[in-house]
């Protein structure tokens, strides 16, 4: 056994149950092909809480600092996880992300860039309408209502792919596309909140 599929059950096992995760929207997840999920970001959980509720194994961009701290930098790369300069285009970032989806693989993104201090849904970055229009991955907006309260009920919604067909085809801007993702995220919140 991997250490992906290890890391998901364990993890399943101790946060399922400590915050009632609900699972809603699992039926629009494609069953094949690149997907590129862009979620919020309310806690450092949030990863490994989409890591185990996604059906397919998620290739998560991680900020570089991470891969650098004691115990991680060997665990990372172990889980699909890949680093991310924060703060400036990072070139090889976004060419491992594309890669992966070329290869039918599934992207984990938080367009935010950082976690939200309030809870609310900040702006996205550029980032995500960026794979979005250079992939012809599905982009599906996840959303995760929290709080993190231990016994609290939990909701990861996945939301219906967002079609790009006609944004790719307007070459719409990077700014544009993100803007259309975080509000697809933005509806899913304010739906199941």
Known sequence: MNL??????LVKILLTPLYRVEIIGKENFPADGGVLICSNHIDNLDPPVVGMTAPRPVHFMAKEELF???????????????????????RE??????????EEKVVGLFPEGTRSKTGE?????????FFALRSNAYIVPCAIIGPYK???????????????????????????????IMESIKHLISQYK
């Open 93 to 102: 970032a976004l060419r491992k992300g594309l890669s992966l989806l070329k």
């Open 150 to 180: 231990p016994f609290k009920k939990l909701k990861v919604v996945y939301g219906k792919p967002i079609d790009f067909t006609s944004l790719r085809e307007r070459r719409v801007s990077a700014d544009e596309a993100t803007e259309i």
């Open 121 to 129: 849904l900040g702006k996205g970055l550029a980032g995500a309408g």
């Open 4 to 9: 992906y599929a290890f890391g998901k059950g």
């Open 68 to 90: 650098n701290a004691p115990v991680l930098k060997s665990i990372l790369p172990n889980v699909n996880a890949f680093p991310v300069k924060r703060g400036m285009s990072d």
